[in-house]
Nanobody, 127 residues
Framework: QVQLVESGGGLVQAGDSLRLSCAVS????????MGWFRQPPGKAREFVAA????????IYADSVKGRFSISRDNAKNTVYLQMNSLKPEDTAVYYC????????????????????WGQGTQVTVSS
């Protein structure tokens, strides 16, 4: 069973930066892709970014392109989401997720391809 633990959330002002971390443990060999999703207050969960376990492929939602960057550290089994130029509309609970299946890239923004989810970390951006 893969376990995911997010950290790094907090309260920041618009224009600030934050880096979220997702520590991955157990059965990491079974993971093909990692994703970050978020759920703003009162809204549905939405895709933010994804990265292949090898690190060779990345995908971003249009709303975060140029501001957010996803990466991974092989040695630490950790996936990061660097968030720059934060906006109040980035306020949400951020979740990392792990997918075991091999799909075409266009499938990874879909939450239902992910098999494991973390507990989430709150990011609040004040104006």
């Amino acid at each position: 069973q893969v376990q995911l633990v997010e950290s790094g959330g907090g309260l920041v002002q618009a224009g600030d930066s934050l880096r979220l971390s997702c520590a991955v443990s157990r059965r990491t060999y079974s993971i093909y892709f990692m994703g970050w999703f978020r759920q703003p207050p009162g809204k549905a969960r939405e895709f933010v970014a994804a990265i292949s376990w090898s690190g060779a492929s990345t995908i971003y939602a249009d709303s975060v392109k140029g501001r957010f960057s996803i990466s991974r550290d092989n040695a630490k089994n950790t996936v990061y989401l660097q968030m720059n130029s934060l906006k109040p509309e980035d306020t949400a609970v951020y979740y990392c997720a792990a997918a075991r299946g091999m799909y075409v890239s266009s499938d990874y923004p879909r939450g239902n391809v992910y098999d494991y989810w973390g507990q989430g970390t709150q990011v609040t951006v004040s104006s």
